[in-house]
């Protein structure tokens, strides 16, 4: 219980802080945010019942876990490889290259029988692969090696 109730907390706190308190009503009483913040716990609790009853269709959890998670994983240890191992690569390749390769993972997820735990390879490859001919192609800064 208290993993979950520090979740909904941070949930809750993020929500109020950086959209409400930003965007709607940057000045206004500590109570008032209080109060907010009650009712966007309530909120996201709310919304955490209703994809837990929609989880549950989904099956194992470890699976969908890492299925849902190959979009992410591979993607982001592309962006890693691509950063320490490309000397020319830049912001714009590292964007580039994450874009396109979570949109190759979805592709593939999609329309091949690839299991999911390939996904993260699938990812990898197309984010470094991607990142580096953008990052050449957009005049990557030139770094001497260490």
Not at 15 to 20: K, P, R
Not at 62 to 74: D, K
Not at 77 to 106: E, P, Q, S, Y
Request: proline share 1%; hydrophobic share 55%.
């Amino acid at each position: 219980m208290s993993s979950i109730a520090a979740e909904l907390n941070a949930l809750a706190t993020a929500t109020v802080i950086d959209v409400y308190k930003r965007h709607v009503k940057p000045t206004g009483e500590d109570s008032h945010y209080l109060m907010v913040s009650k009712w966007a716990t309530g909120l996201w609790g709310f919304f955490v019942c209703v994809m837990a009853i929609y989880a549950v269709q989904l099956g194992s959890l470890i699976e969908v876990v890492n299925r849902y998670g190959s979009y992410f994983y591979g993607s982001i240890l592309g962006v890693f490889v691509l950063a320490i191992g490309v000397k020319r690569a830049n912001g714009h390749g590292a964007f580039v290259g994450l874009v396109a390769g979570m949109t190759t993972v979805w592709l593939v997820a999609t329309f091949t029988r690839v299991e999911f735990l390939w996904l993260n390879v699938v990812g990898a490859v197309a984010v470094t692969v991607a990142g580096m001919v953008v990052s050449e192609l957009t005049g990557g800064p030139r770094r001497q090696a260490a």
